[in-house]
């Protein structure tokens, strides 16, 4: 990695700043922070290797919405990047803000949670699996 992480994240991003009115509001060493009017987008680079990004109606938690994780190895923290805002661009609903699919993604991880919480507490089998 050449270029700095902000910079990566600036210029892989780029459609977001330009055509979604993204603008970057936060950056350190290893996390970007950007917002629009309706969302924000967080994209944190852990130097041991790992990428997430993460987009949500501003307001709410990180957790409730569109979230991307990825590991540099086969891919470097460029391409990783590309693949996030690849899968942001393919569904309008992210990058649009639609309220009713943020409020579904949130459901969805609050019963996960849940789940896991129960498993780990041991009162209920582990997520996932199809036990009897």
Do not use: C
Not at 2 to 26: C, N
Not at 84 to 108: S, T
């Amino acid at each position: 990695m050449t270029a700095s992480f902000p910079e990566l994240v600036r210029d892989k991003f780029a459609p977001l700043l330009t055509a979604h009115a993204f603008t970057v509001i936060e950056e350190t060493t290893y996390e970007v922070v950007l917002e629009s009017p309706l969302r924000q987008a967080v994209a944190v680079f852990d130097p041991r290797g790992e990428l997430d990004v993460r987009v949500f109606p501003k307001g709410s938690e990180n957790w409730e919405g569109f979230s991307y994780s990825g590991m540099v190895g086969r891919a470097s923290v460029e391409r990783l990047l590309e693949i996030a805002l690849e899968q942001m661009l393919a569904d309008p609903r992210i990058l649009e803000a639609d309220a009713g699919f943020y409020e579904r993604l949130a459901a969805e991880r609050r019963l996960d949670a849940e789940a896991w919480t129960a498993y780990y507490g041991g009162e209920a089998p582990r997520p996932g699996r199809n036990r009897p």
